[in-house]
């Protein structure tokens, strides 16, 4: 199957420091996959790569098939790359629902009208509204988003990386910070992700990226250490030792 | 006061203010040149608060296309003899769009106190470049005898200060009605988005620094005509609408009314010019005084300027007279 995502030989280093070593990485059309590594293994720098916030030192980077290794973040966005932030990014100050029309609203095409209302828009207004419905915020939406509670803020930021209809999601620690109790509610919501996006997920709850990807690339020390499916990396012994046996005791 | 959710319909209350400038001129006539100098500065307040309010673009330099567009107008119709009112506007917006485009696409790539330096650096040298080119700028006496015909040959500047009046009035309804438009677009939603998390907006695709351009390029166009304006009215240039000076009165301006907010552009001028007019006539030396009393009182007291601080009476009030109707 051809890729929506691949790199080829990515490397980053910063001075003398190497984040990221020849990483070679493939997403598929709906694939669940889970990027996971001790913290400092450069799952930040790789995503960063990825939508162009950093430039590699060297590599390439395809999506759909066209090099996009220094095309702009936001160019990368409409080519089909969403991305979600660790630290919430949202527009803290305007109500939920804007939130998501201003980027179903770019993804159309509209923000740059002048005239017509914003609130006229109908049709970006419904999307909004809809995919806030589908994630449960739907009664959120004209409440200022920094007066929801932390949980439902990082369901924003996913709300805001599907109204760009992505053709390949990058969730960065989607469940950062967020409660046990609500991290499963995150959790139902990434499984009822439209089933033909590709999605990488980076995630420190073990239990989530069990539950929720079908491979998973274990990155140590900007390397890729292995690669395989759930149950492979949990039998493997390397990836006990450097990854999850540190997890265990810590 | 921008985005998805809010009415976009005009409310009663946003006519307020040309209601008060209405009454002003049939029952204050003495006052017309004082009210057509306001009425000047909400029109450029109002170009100040759509790219710092909105778009949260901060500038200390916003007197260059005052400033330029002023100079347009008055040279055009002290030399050049072109003395039709809408041909200055228009020459006068003109340039204001080229210099807003031109510094805009440089100036932009940077934030905060940089770009602030950078835009007070610009309004700088244009107040110098003014100052040298005396043959054409009157250099530090002013250009007098700027020649402007009656408009659309009818309506005189008369010495009373009357078309004067009336005629800033209309064209601060347009320039309102085009503001008002604007931040209630997706457009000014986009804006808003840019200033509450520049990061986002580039994670969703926006190309930030264009529509950033943009904005800049449509606001030094009002505030060049708003520049043109007040040479019309004046029929004079001085050295006075370029430099730090007007920049930061406007800036203490919009911030008095309250930032970002619409109307705080036009609540500033008038306090801020009212306050001026007489404080200057009873305290001629320490006039610069009472505007810093009444800057700190309001950044201190009422961080949202005079009109946040009447919307949380507002607020205040509902509440208590919500809490009121629960209790029984």
């Given at each position: 199957m051809p890729a929506v995502l691949e790199t080829e030989k990515l490397c980053k280093s910063f001075g003398a420091l190497t984040v990221a070593q020849n990483i070679d990485f493939r997403l598929e059309p709906g694939a669940r996959h889970a990027?996971?590594?001790?913290?400092?293994?450069?799952?930040?720098?790789?995503?960063?790569?990825?939508?162009?916030?950093?430039?590699?030192?060297?590599?390439?980077?395809?999506?759909?098939?066209?090099?996009?290794?220094?095309?702009?973040?936001?160019?990368?966005?409409?080519?089909?790359?969403?991305?979600?932030?660790?630290?919430?990014?949202?527009?803290?100050?305007?109500?939920?629902?804007?939130?998501?029309?201003?980027?179903?609203?770019?993804?159309?095409g509209v923000a740059r009208r002048m005239w017509k209302p914003a609130s006229r828009h109908a049709e970006i207004k419904d999307e909004a509204m809809s995919l806030l419905a589908t994630l449960g915020?739907?009664?959120?939406?004209?409440?200022?988003?920094?007066?929801?509670?932390?949980?439902?803020?990082?369901?924003?930021?996913?709300?805001?990386?599907?109204?760009?209809?992505?053709?390949?999601?990058?969730?960065?620690?989607?469940?950062?910070?967020?409660?046990?109790?609500?991290?499963?509610?995150?959790?139902?919501?990434?499984?009822?992700?439209?089933?033909?996006?590709?999605?990488?997920?980076?995630?420190?709850?073990?239990?989530?990226?069990?539950?929720?990807?079908?491979?998973?690339?274990v990155l140590v020390q900007g390397e890729v250490l292995m690669q395989g499916t759930p149950t492979e990396i949990a039998a493997d012994k390397r990836v006990r030792a450097v990854y999850l046996g540190e997890g265990i005791h810590a | 006061m921008s985005g998805y959710t809010v009415d976009p319909r005009i409310r009663w209350t946003e006519w307020i203010p040309f209601l008060v400038a209405l009454a002003a001129f049939f029952l204050l006539p003495e006052y017309l040149s004082l009210g057509a100098r306001i009425l000047i500065f909400?029109?450029?307040?109002?170009?100040?608060?759509?790219?710092?309010?909105?778009?949260?673009?901060?500038?200390?330099?916003?007197?260059?296309?005052?400033?330029?567009?002023?100079?347009?107008?008055?040279?055009?119709?002290?030399?050049?003899?072109?003395?039709?009112?809408?041909?200055?506007?228009?020459f006068s917006g003109t340039t204001a769009a080229i210099l807003g485009l031109a510094t805009g696409a440089i100036i932009l790539r940077t934030r905060a106190l940089t770009l602030l330096m950078l835009t007070l650096a610009i309004t700088a040298i244009l107040l110098e470049v003014a100052n040298k080119m005396s043959s054409l700028t009157g250099g530090a006496d002013g250009l007098s005898g700027v020649?402007?015909?009656?408009?659309?040959?009818?309506?005189?500047?008369?010495?009373?200060?009357?078309?004067?009046?009336?005629?800033?009035?209309?064209?601060?309804?347009?320039?309102?009605?085009?503001?008002?438009?604007?931040?209630?677009?997706?457009?000014?939603?986009?804006l808003t988005g840019i200033r509450e998390n520049r990061a986002r907006m580039h994670a969703i695709g926006a190309p930030v620094y264009w529509r950033m351009v943009l904005v800049y390029t449509l606001s030094a166009t009002m505030a060049g005509i708003a520049g043109a304006l007040l040479t019309q009215v004046n029929q004079f240039v001085g050295l006075n609408v370029l430099g730090l000076e007007p920049s930061g009165d406007l800036l203490v301006m919009l911030i008095l009314g309250g930032v970002g907010r619409l109307y705080g552009a036009f609540v500033g001028p008038v306090v801020y010019l009212i306050a001026q007019d007489y404080l200057a006539k009873q305290y001629p030396e320490y006039w610069y005084f009472g505007i810093g009393a009444l800057l700190m009182t309001v950044v201190l007291f009422a961080p949202g300027g005079i009109l946040g601080l009447i919307d949380k009476c507002l607020q205040f009030w509902k509440q208590k007279s919500s809490a009121r109707a629960s209790a029984r």
């Open positions: 990027l996971i590594g001790p913290n400092g293994a450069g799952k930040t720098t790789f995503v960063n790569m990825l939508t162009g916030a950093i430039a590699p030192t060297s590599g390439r980077i395809f999506l759909n098939d066209q090099e996009v290794s220094k095309t702009s973040q936001a160019a990368r966005v409409r080519l089909g790359l969403g991305r979600t932030f660790q630290i919430t990014t949202l527009y803290r100050r305007l109500p939920v629902l804007d939130n998501v029309a201003l980027a179903v609203a770019e993804r159309e915020l739907a009664d959120d939406a004209s409440v200022p988003a920094q007066d929801l509670p932390y949980g439902k803020q990082r369901l924003i930021e996913i709300a805001i990386a599907l109204g760009l209809k992505p053709k390949v999601l990058l969730l960065d620690e989607p469940a950062a910070g967020v409660p046990s109790q609500e991290s499963a509610k995150i959790l139902d919501n990434l499984a009822k992700l439209p089933s033909e996006v590709a999605v990488l997920i980076i995630e420190h709850d073990m239990d989530l990226v069990f539950r929720f990807a079908q491979q998973i690339t | 909400i029109l450029f307040a109002l170009s100040l608060d759509l790219i710092l309010g909105y778009a949260g673009i901060v500038t200390l330099g916003h007197s260059a296309f005052f400033g330029l567009g002023a100079y347009t107008a008055g040279i055009l119709g002290a030399k050049y003899g072109v003395a039709d009112p809408f041909i200055q506007l228009f020649q402007v015909n009656p408009i659309l040959g009818l309506f005189r500047f008369d010495l009373f200060g009357r078309t004067a009046f009336l005629y800033c009035l209309v064209a601060l309804l347009i320039g309102w009605i085009v503001v008002r438009r604007l931040i209630y677009s997706p457009f000014g939603a986009m």
